[in-house]
């Protein structure tokens, strides 16, 4: 399938697995989710255990309407309800004090939840069916490159991995921006930029950027290394040109000035145009990876719009140690 939506059967099938506990892929709009009934610690269990990613890593609750989003907090700030109001369904995460109902692996242990809305239509036809939230990292084995297609979730898990509802390819390709909002305050804080842009955000609500180290533990997709090929990874700028007994990669997110010396050469976008580049970057990623070559060199990404999460994702991947 390619046109971004599934039979009705196969839907009813994934959404039947859900309920029973199993461990389903799924696409969302911005890159494919592993799932699992949010409300069944057991299940979301299974997803640690195939995903290998510590213990420690909170996951998003995938939710298909308001109504069920309440359920999972315990409170909504006006604030919170603004940006619900102005961008679900959509790549946006909010992080909201947890209701009792939210098992605690879901959230690692943390008293708030990351509830999104998402606008896949099979996303959404899915948690709708299943009848509970879905608690889901991306498809891919802990701090490898995001899955934007089934067949990089099937790359990743094999027959490990019975149920991947394959819809086509993520049309945003990058994850969800991530804001905190404070219960008492109501103050938002962006922890992860993604497919919502900062400006878009700022439009509706003040967000503030993080000063404070603290958001780095409470958030571990800011693990400093992470969305990582395992090829070496650098910006442009900050490694050497190609040598003539190397082979090097390039990531450009626009058609670059030149490639001369590079054994492949990936282009986001002709244009330059930064949510087509977002939609394009894992899949690239992975494409480049599949190569053996020595090395990856990405051009840097303005950072304005969805640059803002281009690059994030870049610099995660070029970190070594
Ligand atoms: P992923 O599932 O790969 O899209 O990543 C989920 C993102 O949401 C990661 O950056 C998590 O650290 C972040 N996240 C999830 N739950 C929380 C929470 N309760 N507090 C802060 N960040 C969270
Ligand atoms: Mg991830």
């Not at 640690?48 to 700030?77: C, M, N, W, Y």
């Not at 879901?106 to 509970?132: D, F, K, N, Q, S």
């Not at 700028?237 to 490639?259: C, Q, Y």
């Amino acid at each position: 399938m390619t046109d971004g939506m599934l039979p009705d059967s196969a839907i009813n099938a994934g959404a039947a697995a859900i309920r029973e506990g199993a461990v389903v892929a799924f696409p969302t709009e911005t890159v494919y989710g592993l799932g699992a009934n949010a409300y069944d610690p057991i299940a979301v269990a299974r997803v640690f255990e195939l995903k290998g990613r510590p213990r420690f890593d909170p996951l998003i609750a995938h939710v298909a309407s308001e109504t069920q989003a309440a359920e999972l907090v315990a409170r909504i700030p006006d604030s919170a309800l603004a940006l619900m109001r102005a961008f679900w369904p959509g790549p946006l995460t909010l992080v909201l004090p947890k209701s009792d109902r939210v098992p605690d692996l879901v959230t690692a242990g943390l008293a708030t939840v990351a509830v999104r809305l998402p606008a896949h239509p099979v996303a959404h036809a899915l948690i709708e069916r299943a009848g509970v939230p879905i608690a889901a990292p991306s498809a891919n084995r802990f701090g490898g490159i995001s899955p934007t297609t089934a067949a990089h979730v099937r790359a990743a898990f094999g027959a490990s991995l019975r149920w991947v509802l394959d819809a086509g390819p993520c049309p945003v390709g990058v994850e969800s921006t991530v804001v905190a909002v404070d219960a008492e305050t109501g103050r938002c804080v962006l922890l992860r930029a993604g497919g919502i842009a900062l400006e878009s955000l700022r439009a509706v609500r003040d967000v503030d950027i993080p000063s404070s180290p603290l958001h780095r533990i409470a958030s571990p997709g800011q693990l400093d290394r992470h969305y990582a090929p395992s090829t070496p990874l650098d910006l442009l700028g900050a490694a050497p040109e190609p040598g003539s007994n190397e082979r090097v990669g390039l990531l450009a997110w626009r058609r670059p000035d030149s490639n001369e010396g590079y054994a492949a050469v990936e282009i986001l976008s002709e244009t330059g145009d930064l949510r087509e580049a977002a939609a394009a970057l894992f899949a690239a990623m992975h494409r480049l990876d599949a190569l053996g070559l020595d090395r990856i060199v990405a051009i840097p990404v303005p950072e304005t719009g969805l640059g803002l999460a281009i690059m994030d994702r870049l610099r995660r991947a070029s970190h070594r140690g």
